[in-house]
Nanobody
Framework: QVQLVDSGGGLVQPGGSLRLSCTAS????????IGWFRQAPGKEREGVSC????????YYADSAKGRFTISRDNAKNTVYLQMNSLKLEDTAVYFC??????????????????????WGQGTQVTVSS
């Protein structure tokens, strides 16, 4: 049984940085799209960034471009989201998800409300002065 565990959230001031981690157990997820999503109260879920574990290609939402970086450490079976220059509007619960590349692409995963195979439990990111 695959499990995704999110971590790394916290309270940070505007302009600060956080690194979120999504660690998978039970499978190496070698042919998956893995994405980071966020949902703020009263707002729809937003795909922030997605990565293909097949070839390492990445996708970023406009809100994340230039500030966030998604990456993968194969040895640790972990996908990271490095978030820099954080803004108040980045406050949300962030969670990772995985979907087999047989059924999706990283762009589809990040831009459409599609089902995922596995979800993390979420980690709260609060940007506040």
């Amino acid at each position: 049984q695959v499990q995704l565990v999110d971590s790394g959230g916290g309270l940070v001031q505007p302009g600060g940085s956080l690194r979120l981690s999504c660690t998978a157990s039970g499978d190496t997820l070698d042919y998956y799209a893995i994405g980071w999503f966020r949902q703020a109260p009263g707002k729809e879920r937003e795909g922030v960034s997605c990565l293909s574990t097949s070839d390492g290609t990445t996708y970023y939402a406009d809100s994340a471009k230039g500030r966030f970086t998604i990456s993968r450490d194969n040895a640790k079976n972990t996908v990271y989201l490095q978030m820099n220059s954080l803004k108040l509007e980045d406050t949300a619960v962030y969670f990772c998800a995985a979907r087999s590349l047989l059924f999706t692409s990283i762009q589809t995963m990040c831009t459409r409300q599609t089902p995922h195979d596995y979800w993390g439990q979420g980690t709260q990111v609060t940007v506040s002065s």
